[in-house]
Each structure stands twice: as structure tokens, then as C-alpha cells.
């Protein structure tokens, strides 16, 4: 055992937080764990393990600087010193070699790799040395800083966190060795598996199971008791407060319609979805964990589009207007109003008002309204028709002219929101493969595809799922790609699929709301200043760059991603610690 610590690597303390072990009991022995997880070592793991003679125990320990000293002093002292002797039935038993339990019953300690952290079934381990996906479990007082140091190492970390008590678990995508160079180097891993909780487990359940998750979660998530919450208020197709999780969060008369004559249930079921992901995001990752769940913002719902048939294209303005005014008769607050609905008939517009757009952007500036005041609003970019698409690469398509941002989300005042996807796993099996990779343009979304003259657009982008591409065009939507939200039937199903610009939008609202909250005294253009200016592109997004980009090559990017993707500890950063001037001002 001594010969196998010291061929053991050194730890340069400024360099490494530790090592990685593996280590192998003799066979048909146990290890002594205690003493694998004492002070300088963390015992992750322990599994028996078929050997020719019977079966050994596998134990993955995280040791450092200090552990490996400690290792090596209990061999020394099995070397060099007995414990004192000692009576038994009156006779003398002689001492044994101290660390005997220890030392004895290990056969080997080697450096650890991959395969010595990973809980998923064998089968699963990624077999090529290629880019794939995989979850990082981390301890929680680890993970900011694996977080921002694991891209020097290649390794992209998703946005999603999995919150448990004694692990934060995130989505990574790296291949192998840049994987293992990202471990070793950072440390504070307790894990790795394959992702395989998506909305399509939930979605599948039956009936009854699916109330039970519902009661589940519902169980363990307070809603704020906040005298002056921060509200999203949803322009759509109305929302349903049969369903559990929204109840709490949407009074009956916070329930409103455009017009007086139409009813205020959710018949369409948009709405309802929109509501679950402004309250929760997407409800997969909060159902998989089991930490305490708390929901900060409340919901207002403005029926802005009929039951039946569309408004006529000439009143769009108009009807977004009523139903502004509507909801703001119940009085000042803080509201981010939030429009998932675009139209294809102005199109192509190339970027200039119309009738729509500018009606918007006058509501947000304060100009239009029965109340002169100045408004949040966040409009979603549009989808694409992915009958459309082909063979060849989705991007192309997404940046044809045929597909530009949809009215009204071109207004200059309002934050237009696109979609990325970081949702790349399907099941092992599947005659198909997604079509966007991780941390790239969602398949659905829109862009941007006219001059410098007029605002860039999107402002950010957020997560809005992905397609399966088969043998044969066209993509198509799938389960394991998609987000998963409330449905408007709830008790006859609980949970429904949600993707597109469309989920993207009450994301960021979800986002926005909480941010505003945390600063209410703001004023709306500074909230949105904030968001939009936290936002950065993700590593594969720059991979479209050259290796020396000039300014013209910066444009692509801008007319597809806007800013890039949000982060919310940087907003909340800027205006607290951060050195970032605030001006408020006319």
C-alpha cells in the first residue's frame, strides 16, 4: 500500500485542490470506511465489484495534500509501530501493527478516472472521445467556482441546477479528457451520470401519479407573503387556477379579458403554461430535487386573444391596449407585462413599426394607456415553421429574411426575447438526433435580418428547447427536448410540454420579476438595462467567430442571440456590488 501512495502524483497546493482515488479492497475484504473519510479525505463512493475468487469493494475518495500525508503516516505506523498489548480471559494478547484493519485489507489505491466517479449504468459511459453531455454532481460550497472556471478546460456548463441537500448537480457538455483535465484540476465533484430526468418522464405518468407529483411539489413550496410582490402579467390566452401550483399565486380578481363580453377561463391552454413557467421555470429540475421550493412572484391574466378565431390584424394595438388598461384598473404595481403572441401578416417588415409595434412601444414608454406611466414589457420573437426546413444547416434558415422577427417584438422599447436550447439528450435508441447543439439558436427561433438602421433584436435569448432530426426532414418537436409546465385540465392531466420563443418569454419574465423585486425602486428602463446588460454569449454561439473576428463578423450574432443569455447573479451583482453606474434621469 505505501508503494502505491507514493507512486501517487504530488499536490501542489496552488495548484490542486486534491486527487481523485481509487481504491481496491482484497478479496472477499471490507475496507475500513472510517478511515476513508476522515479529515483531508471525502469518501464518494463504495461498490462491490465481481473479481475472479469472489468480489472486491471499489471505493472513490477525494484526497488532499494533507489527506495523502495522512495515508501515508498510517502505513508508517503499520510499518514501524503496534498498539500497546492488552488482557483478555487473563492472558497477555500482543498488540497488532497499528492501521492494521486499514492497511490489510486494501490491495490497491490508484489514481482515479472517469469511470471510478461515474453512478450511472456502465453502458452509459460515453463511449467515443467526443463532445457529449454529462451531469456533474458538486458539492454546493463548490460549484460557483467550477462553475466559472470549467470553461478555461472546454467544458460548458448549462444554466439548469439540480438543488439537492448534499449536492448541487449541473448539465455540462465536454468531451473526456477535457472532462477529466476540468475534475482534476478544480475538484469538488462528487459525481458524474448521464442526464436522464426530462419533461417526457412527467409528462408520460399516469394520471393519478402525475397529481401525486403535483401534491409533491406543492408540498414543499411556499409562496411569498411579500405586502408589495413584484406581478407577471400575462397577455395571453387567460390562465386556469384550477391547478394547484397556480392557485396561490393568482387571485380571482387579478383574472382580467381585453374584452369585457369574453370569458376569463384558459380554453387554449397557453396561458396556464406561460403561468407555471413564470412561477416555477421549467418544472422538470423542480420536480426531480427535493429542496424547498420558493416562489417569489404572483400572476395577473389578461385575455388577449378570443377563444374563437384571432383579432382582426387592424386592432391588435388597440387590443393590447384594453387589455393594459384593464388589468392597471386594480392600481399601481410592479408589473412586467408579458405578450407570447406575434403576427406573420406584417411580415416582411425589415425591422420598421407598424401599427402594432409602435402601439407597444408606446404603452412601454408611458405615452399611451389610460395610465400615463412607463411599462415593462417583454415580447417573445416568433416562431419559425419547421415544415420549412431541410437537410441542410437550421441556422440558415433561422437567418433567412423569410424568418425575421415577427411584429410587434421589432418595437424599440420593449425587451424581445429569442430562444436557445441547452436540451440535447434523447434516448439511447432513437432514429434521430437534435438538431441544435448545446448552447445554441433553438430551432424555433426567429432573427433578425435588417439593417443597422433599426434596433438589434432579439435582446436576449433563453431556454426554448430543441428538434429531433430524423433520417427524412422535417424536424419535429420531442419530449425529451422540451420544457415542462402547468396544464390548463388539471385534475385530468397535470403537466403539458412547452418549447418555443413563446416559453422563452415568460422565462425571462420569471427572471425580470424576481430582479425587479430584489430593487423596487427602479425605474422599468433600469430593470431591463440591467437584464439585457447581464447577458453573455455562450461558448458555442462565439464558435461561430473566426479566429479574428472584425466588426462585420459580430453582426451575425447580434441578429440571432441579442445580448446572449442571461445570468441573474450577474444582474443582481450589478446593482448591488458591482461597479456599474445607474443613472435615472429625463
Known amino acids: 500500500m505505501l508503494q502505491a501512495i507514493d507512486a501517487l502524483p504530488d499536490i501542489p497546493a496552488a495548484e490542486l485542490p486534491g486527487v481523485y482515488l481509487e481504491v481496491r479492497s482484497r478479496v472477499d475484504e471490507r475496507l475500513k470506511k472510517d478511515s476513508l473519510d476522515a479529515s483531508g479525505l471525502m469518501l464518494l463512493r463504495i461498490e462491490d465489484a465481481p473479481v475472479p475468487g469472489g468480489a472486491e469493494e471499489r471505493a472513490t475518495v477525494f484526497a488532499t495534500a494533507k489527506g495523502i500525508e495522512k495515508l501515508r503516516k498510517k502505513v508508517e505506523q503499520f510499518r514501524t509501530e503496534d498498539t500497546p498489548d492488552r488482557e483478555k480471559d487473563g492472558e497477555i494478547v500482543p498488540g497488532r501493527p497499528k492501521n492494521a484493519d486499514l492497511v490489510q485489507s486494501v490491495a490497491a489505491i490508484t489514481e482515479a478516472g472517469l469511470r471510478a466517479l461515474w453512478r ?214 410592479r408589473r412586467t407585462f408579458t405578450m407570447t403572441t406575434t403576427t406573420g401578416e406584417d411580415t416582411p417588415h425589415d425591422g420598421a413599426p407598424t401599427s402594432w409595434s409602435t402601439e407597444v412601444d408606446q404603452l412601454a414608454a408611458g405615452v399611451s394607456g389610460e395610465v400615463k406611466q412607463q411599462r415593462l414589457v417583454l415580447v417573445s420573437a416568433g416562431n419559425t415553421d419547421n415544415f420549412t426546413f431541410g437537410a441542410g444547416n437550421y441556422l440558415d434558415r433561422c437567418d433567412h429574411e423569410d424568418n425575421e422577427i415577427e411584429s410587434p417584438a421589432q418595437a424599440w422599447n420593449v425587451v424581445s426575447v429569442g430562444a436557445f436550447t441547452e436540451k440535447t439528450v434523447l434516448p439511447n435508441g432513437e432514429p434521430a438526433q437534435a438538431l441544435a447543439p448545446f448552447g445554441d439558436l433553438s430551432p424555433a427561433s426567429r432573427t433578425a435580418s435588417w439593417s443597422s438602421h433599426w434596433p438589434n433584436k432579439p435582446d436576449v435569448v433563453l431556454e426554448g428547447g430543441n428538434w429531433a432530426l430524423s433520417a427524412m426532414p422535417p424536424p419535429m418537436r420531442h419530449g425529451w427536448l422540451s420544457l415542462l409546465s402547468t396544464h390548463h385540465n388539471y385534475p385530468v392531466r397535470s403537466f403539458t ?31 431591463r438595462g440591467l437584464y439585457v446588460s447581464s447577458a453573455r454569449w455562450t461558448q458555442q454561439m462565439r464558435a461561430h467567430l473566426p479566429a479574428q473576428p472584425n466588426k462585420g463578423h459580430y453582426t451575425p450574432l447580434f441578429q440571432r442571440y441579442g445580448y446572449g443569455v442571461p445570468d441573474m447573479a450577474r444582474a443582481r451583482r450589478s446593482a448591488s456590488n458591482a461597479l456599474t453606474l445607474i443613472v435615472e434621469d429625463r
Open 120 to 333: 450511472s449504468p456502465p453502458g452509459k459511459f460515453p463511449g467515443a472521445d467526443v463532445a457529449t453531455v454529462w451531469e456533474v454532481w458538486l458539492e454546493p460550497q463548490m460549484t460557483e467556482a467550477f462553475v466559472a472556471a470549467a470553461p478555461n478546460y472546454g467544458v460548458i456548463v448549462g444554466a439548469d441546477r439540480l438543488e439537492f441537500p448534499e449536492d448541487t448537480v449541473v448539465v455540462v457538455q465536454a468531451d473526456r479528457n477535457q472532462l477529466a483535465q476540468a475534475v482534476r484540476r478544480l475538484g469538488g465533484v462528487r459525481a458524474l451520470a448521464a442526464p436522464t430526468i426530462t419533461a417526457d418522464f412527467f409528462d408520460g405518468l399516469p394520471v393519478a401519479e402525475q397529481a401525486h407529483w403535483v401534491n409533491e411539489l406543492a408540498g414543499r413550496t411556499t409562496y411569498t407573503d411579500n405586502p408589495d410582490p413584484g406581478y407577471v402579467a400575462l397577455l395571453d390566452t387567460g390562465v386556469s387556477r384550477a391547478h394547484p401550483l397556480i392557485q396561490p399565486a393568482l387571485s380571482v380578481d387579478d383574472r382580467h379579458a381585453a374584452n369585457p363580453a369574453w370569458g376569463l377561463e384558459d380554453v387554449k391552454g397557453h396561458g396556464t403554461q406561460m403561468g407555471g413557467l413564470a412561477l416555477f421555470g421549467d418544472l422538470t429540475p423542480k420536480l426531480h430535487q427535493g429542496n424547498p421550493v420558493s416562489v417569489v412572484n404572483r400572476l395577473e391574466s389578461v385575455k388577449l386573444l378570443p377563444d374563437a378565431g384571432m383579432n382582426p390584424h387592424h386592432l391588435l394595438g388597440a387590443v393590447t391596449r384594453q387589455a393594459i388598461n384593464a388589468v392597471e384598473q386594480v392600481g399601481p404595481r
Open 497 to 527: 410540454f412547452t418549447f418555443d420563443t413563446s416559453a422563452a418569454t415568460a422565462l425571462a419574465a420569471k427572471d425580470v420579476t424576481e430582479l425587479w423585486s430584489d430593487y423596487p425602486t427602479l425605474w422599468p428602463e433600469t430593470v
